[in-house]
């Protein structure tokens, strides 16, 4: 977990890394650093915290070169000191090195060197590469062997970028990280993820595992792990810039919500046409023969699964959702006929890709829905469907729920169509609902009351959150996001388990979000009676045509009616403004909530 890149041109590096940083710090934020090389040597500048605070360091003018790495952490070995934090460097201060992963086999590596007289100054397993790389150049080897034989070295997951001392050249590798190369006119880049030097360039090469790449100001060279050359495609990215920064708003998350009427068009932009789904991946008969489906996901993208296999369920396809930690603890049955459907905003979360490994070793089909184009999901997967959300940085996800959610309706129409052979029932009116899901989420954002209803949420002692059908998912997802923002208790419950123990949490100081999709209605009204005996304050979150929930909550907040299908989508962008402003009124690290990373690259 952490974000590395690299630069290096003809003139200083200094500036355009730290703003690649600075457009990193999604990926972790506890510490942060640079190294340089101006033909005098290797700098090195690094500092526990933000990158505003390496950056208040840097003000002397003393640290510059043309060619750099930088690096933003997340600590997994060792704790967030300024000595565990990279680049590290070899005893001879030679090589510097960046590196995000983990190095399986760093404790025997690290041993050999200490015993060969080699001292280390940090706690971290990245260490160990410069001092090996500094044993090989001082045997001799040329710069590219020492790193190329280093690696070879290497057991575990990483994408590792270094710089030599003499050499105007970065050194860069993959194995099972992200590593992309950006290629500009005067200089060239690197990065774990395209946002970091978008401003610079939007031409880029999505590295493969085993891949090493040699950066010079103005080339590179890709070669496999054998030394030979392999031809890797420039591709432009069409994100804006602008995508990628915060613009008028003050957090990243508020930006993202306000986004999500974009970016579901975006999402859903040519995939709908009339009573057809258009899938230009997967065209009619793609899943004939499949007998059943299994979505693995962490967090939100669960929560997103766990709506998808509602729906297939209630289509009559045989679907399951699992957390995919506990899916790779316990893998349920599968066959060939199963499609495992890895539902991944970053393509990059160890655990689910862990669990997608899992069901393809025992030869499943599987499918990547995900984010990130060139994402390590989307290329080891069979197949990869994207939800065209967008660059998202705000740690919490928000537009990219509503994507993975639309994105999974799409997906079921397919897959009911080819493995039923019928569409389902009702399939008319949910995709036109769809097409109009992009407007309806812009009613939400621009009546919402949500942050005059969080105010009265401050100072309680717990959050809860019910629903039923879809909106359970959308109940756990609300909780989610109000506790990672404001790190105050909140709990999701399916409305009918309150009875079973959670309603002895209920109290008149833990207000009760109780959503309400136009179905099983009858049902949660009484659950929202049974809440309200005992005192708690009910906030409704519902379709404006909902009466009697609304006449009987202490609170209302109305979304469009629509599909029933689609109703907790809209619920959920008023779930997240609630838990944004809440958090917004108690001063939180909104975007970089503590203890919380972006992408969760480690198990
Ligand atoms: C919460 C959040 C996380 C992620 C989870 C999976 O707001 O963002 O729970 O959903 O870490 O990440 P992806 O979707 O990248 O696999």
């Given amino acids: 977990m952490c974000g590395i890149t690299a630069r290096v041109g003809t003139d200083d590096s200094l500036d355009a890394l730290l703003a690649s940083l600075k ?16 033909g005098t040597g290797i700098k090195v500048s690094k500092h526990e915290g933000e990158v505003a605070q390496l950056e208040s360091q840097l003000t002397s003018g003393d640290v510059f070169g043309e060619v750099g790495i930088g690096h933003t952490r997340w600590s997994t070995h060792g704790p967030p000191t300024n000595e565990n934090a990279h680049p590290h460097t070899g005893c001879q201060g030679r090589v510097a090195a960046v590196h995000n992963g983990i190095i399986d086999n760093y404790t025997t590596l690290r041993e050999g060197l200490q015993s060969r007289g080699h001292e280390f100054t940090s706690d971290t397993d990245t260490e ?68 970091a030097f978008l401003e610079f360039t939007d031409q880029v090469i999505y590295l493969e595992d085993d891949d090493i790449a040699v950066i010079t100001p103005d080339d590179y060279r890709i070669s496999d792990g054998n030394g030979s050359w392999v031809p890797r495609p420039v591709e432009t990215v069409d994100w804006d810039p602008e995508d990628a920064e915060k613009g008028k708003y003050d957090h990243y998350m508020l930006k993202e919500i306000h986004e999500q009427p974009t970016s579901l068009r975006q999402t ?29 996901a962490c967090g939100t993208s669960y929560h997103a699964a766990m709506y998808g296999e509602g729906l297939l369920s209630e289509w009559g396809v045989d679907a399951n959702s699992f957390i995919a930690s ?3 603890a316990y893998p349920a049955p599968v066959d060939e006929n199963t499609l495992v459907i890895g539902v991944t905003q970053s393509g990059e979360t160890a655990d689910t890709l862990e669990a997608l490994q899992r069901a393809r070793d025992r030869g499943a089909r599987t499918l990547a829905l995900t984010n990130v184009i060139g994402s390590t999901a989307a290329r080891t997967c069979d197949d990869a469907l994207f939800i065209r959300a967008g660059p998202e940085i705000g740690v919490a996800a928000t537009k ?70 879809s909106a359970y998912s959308v109940a756990l997802e609300g909780a989610l996001k109000f506790k990672e923002i404001t790190y105050e208790h909140a709990e999701g419950f399916a409305a009918g388990e309150l009875k079973h123990g959670p309603l002895a949490l209920v ?36 379709p404006r045509t909902d009466s009697e929930l609304a006449d009987t909550a202490d609170e209302f907040l109305p979304v469009p009616a629509t599909h029933s299908a689609l109703v907790a989508i809209l619920a959920n962008v008023q779930l997240q403004l609630v838990a944004y402003h ?20 480690v198990e």
């Avoid at 457009?23 to 101006?38: C, F, K, P, T, W």
């Avoid at 258009?278 to 065209?283: D, K």
């Avoid at 009760?512 to 929202?528: C, D, K, P």
């Fill in 128 to 195: 160990v590469i410069p001092h090996l790389v500094e044993e090989r150049l001082a045997d001799g080897m040329a710069p590219e062997a020492a790193f190329r034989e280093t690696v070879a070295q290497l057991d575990g997951s990483y994408a590792i970028a270094i710089i030599i001392d003499d050499d105007p050249t970065v050194y860069a590798t993959r194995n099972g990280s992200p590593l992309v190369i950006g290629v500009g006119e005067t200089a060239n880049y690197l990065a774990s993820d395209v946002p």
């Fill in 23 to 38: 457009n990193l710090e999604y990926r972790g934020y506890d510490s942060a650093g640079i190294a340089v090389q101006n």
């Fill in 507 to 542: 109290t008149p100081e833990t207000p009760i979000f109780a959503i309400g999709t136009g179905r099983h209605q009858n049902r949660l009204e009484s659950n929202v009676r049974e809440i309200q005996t005992r005192g708690a304050p009910v906030i409704a979150v519902a």
């Fill in 400 to 469: 990219t729920f509503s994507s993975q959610v639309a994105t999974l309706v799409l997906l079921g129409e397919r897959l009911v169509r080819d493995v039923t052979g019928e569409p389902t029932d009702e399939h008319s009116q949910r995709l036109a609902a769809l097409e109009s899901l992009p407007g309806d989420v812009e009613t939400v954002i621009e009546n919402s009351q949500a942050a005059a209803v969080s105010r009265r949420c401050l100072g309680d002692t717990g959050h809860f959150f019910v629903g039923r059908g």
């Fill in 268 to 296: 859903l932009h040519g995939r709908i046409d009339g009573d057809d789904v258009i899938l230009e991946e997967f065209p009619p008969g793609t899943f004939e023969g499949i007998t059943r489906v299994q979505f693995v």
């Fill in 582 to 601: 809440a958090a917004n009124e108690m001063d939180r690290s909104i975007d970089k909530p503590r203890n919380l990373a972006k992408s969760v690259t």
């Fill in 326 to 328: 506990e899916y790779a």
